[in-house]
């Protein structure tokens, strides 16, 4: 199914957009602490120790992921320098990918006007949005396993018109082997929930038989299976228990470190919003194209995560691209089929949004009482006027033109709306991070060249400050040299009788404090 020239002209648009929108962002915030520095971390000391084969923080062995990201951002900070915007750059140019790629997908089964409707809807949903521009291996692995499907897909359409396109079958099984190598068999379960949605509706189980599961297996896994036998080598069983059993297998049944209750994803359903509402129209539309498969998708995706113990805000990125592809079938059915149905409901929509514009706009800052949000409190009632003020707009345009204009008016605002986030608020809610990464560049001045700097054996420094620091820090147990260490650790070595000075120190906005000492012989 060769895409139009229009679809192809206005979906490179849109992709071009959506790259100006996101590469500025990359550097505009420190890493965090949670995630984005280890990863970044084990890709600096890939690069720098010339290991490209075991995951290192501070030269011991990190477990957590397998390798394909680390290879990626190793590429990417070579290239560009280890910084915000390097080690950003993989995920948001995967990002842009996958914009593309569901796109293609949900033309194929609903048409031009529903592919670009279903790129831009992703585009603009918040859940997406928050983790294209950090440093994470969920949007490198969403997009790898959406690819994955969009090629069985294209197979199944060529299998309807009499043909057998092996090339398909060997991309699905590339694309969920690099899948596999990004975060481990999370790949294979969202190309499964695909899969399975598709065969539970056209219940043509013997296409089972076609898919050439006797090679394609063994081919995933003469790609996947060298790192692991490596690391067994290399590492030995403990790091492959931790890899895959406790960071996949324990986490999904038990939590392991992210245990929440069954209702997390309802309490944080709205950064799914606002298309998340566009379901409830779906029943009225339930048999054009594309609607029934799309909602089977987003609903067994949706299933496999709630059943899940390990349960955190970043994997709802997961549901998007189903969401889109529901909400740009339903939406475009709606407005062919029932086109004054779109308009009001759009009407409608822009009215609940201004009035609760206004409700944030008359609200005094002191109501703002969040760790993070009290830091902008004093802008949220100007935020609330100007999202009532652009809803009243999305309303007005979509009853004076029509929806079509009030939907392009609609994303184009909340494209704007993220972009004025990324580049000015979220910078002023995590002060603390930049202060931390000034200190450690400051440390990594004093410490002399040639020198050697620690950290404390019990407890070491997380990986965001060996990647400010810059240098890898090996853990020691006291002897002389000079370390970064907290305060409790500061006075575990004075209670055993180390002479320590201190050279440097930092006391961060939670009152936590940081040193760089010195222990002399």
């Known amino acids: 199914m060769i895409p139009t020239s229009r679809f192809a002209r206005n979906l490179g648009l849109l992709l071009l957009l959506d790259a100006a929108l996101l590469l500025p962002l990359l550097g505009r915030t420190t890493l965090s602490r949670t995630d984005e520095t280890q990863i970044a971390e084990v890709s600096r000391e890939m690069a720098t120790g010339r290991d490209w084969v075991t995951p290192r923080i501070g030269g011991l062995p990190f477990a957590a992921y397998p ?21 950003r750059l993989p995920t948001a140019l995967s990002a842009v ?27 603009t949903t918040p859940a997406f949005f928050l983790q294209n521009t950090v440093c994470r291996a969920d949007v490198i692995t969403l997009c790898l396993a959406t690819a994955a499907f969009e090629r069985f897909i294209a197979w199944t359409e ?93 986490a999904y049944g038990s939590g392991y470190q992210q245990r929440r209750p069954w209702y997390f994803y309802g309490t944080q359903l709205q950064l799914l919003l606002p298309w998340l509402l566009a379901l409830a129209l779906a029943p009225s539309v339930r048999r054009a194209p594309g609607v029934a498969l799309s909602l089977a998708c987003f609903g067994a995706v949706f299933l496999f995560f709630n059943l899940s113990s390990a349960k955190r805000v970043n994997y709802l990125a997961y549901l998007t691209p189903p969401l889109a592809m529901a909400a740009a079938t339903t939406l475009t059915a709606i407005w062919r089929e029932k086109p004054g149905l779109a308009r009001r409901c759009l009407v409608g929509f822009g009215g609940v949004v201004a ?57 184009g605002s909340l494209a704007v709306a993220f972009f004025f986030y990324g580049a000015f608020l979220n910078a002023r809610m995590n002060p603390e991070y930049r202060e931390m990464a000034d200190f450690c560049r400051r440390v990594a001045l004093k410490v002399p060249p040639g020198e050697t700097l620690y950290v404390p054996a019990e407890g070491g420094a997380e990986g965001f400050y060996h990647f400010y620091v810059g240098r890898g820090m090996p853990p020691r147990n006291g002897e002389p040299g000079f370390y970064f260490a ?3 650790q500061q006075e575990q070595f004075r209670k055993a009788g180390k002479p320590v000075e201190i050279i440097d120190t930092m006391l961060d906005q939670r009152g936590r404090a940081r040193y760089l000492l010195r222990i002399t012989p």
């Open 67 to 87: 390798p394909l990201q680390y290879w990626l951002l190793a590429a990417s900070g070579s290239v560009f320098g280890f910084n915000e915007f390097s080690m």
């Open 97 to 123: 990918v996958l914009v593309a790629v569901v796109g293609l997908l949900t033309r194929r089964l609903a048409g031009d006007d529903a592919g670009l409707a279903a790129s831009l809807i992703l585009a």
């Open 158 to 250: 060529s299998v309807e018109q009499g043909g057998r396109k092996n090339r398909d079958l060997a991309l699905m099984y590339l694309w969920t082997a690099l899948g596999i190598l990004t975060k481990g068999p999370l790949a294979v379960a969202i190309l499964g929930a695909g899969g399975l949605a598709w065969f539970l509706l056209r219940r043509e189980w013997k296409l089972l038989l076609d898919m050439k599961f006797w090679y394609g297996i063994p081919a995933v896994l003469l790609i996947v299976i060298p790192w692991y036998v490596a690391m067994y080598r290399i590492n030995g069983w403990a790091f492959l228990y931790e890899n895959l059993f406790l960071e996949n297998l324990n």
């Open 355 to 411: 009035a609760g514009g206004v409700v944030v706009a008359l609200l005094p800052p002191s109501h703002w009482t969040g760790a993070a949000v009290v830091r902008i409190a004093d802008q949220i009632p100007l935020l609330g006027g100007i999202s009532a003020g652009v809803a009243l707009a999305v309303a007005a345009v979509t009853a004076r033109f029509g929806f079509c204009w009030g939907f392009g008016t609609m994303t």
């Open 486 to 488: 907290s305060q409790s």
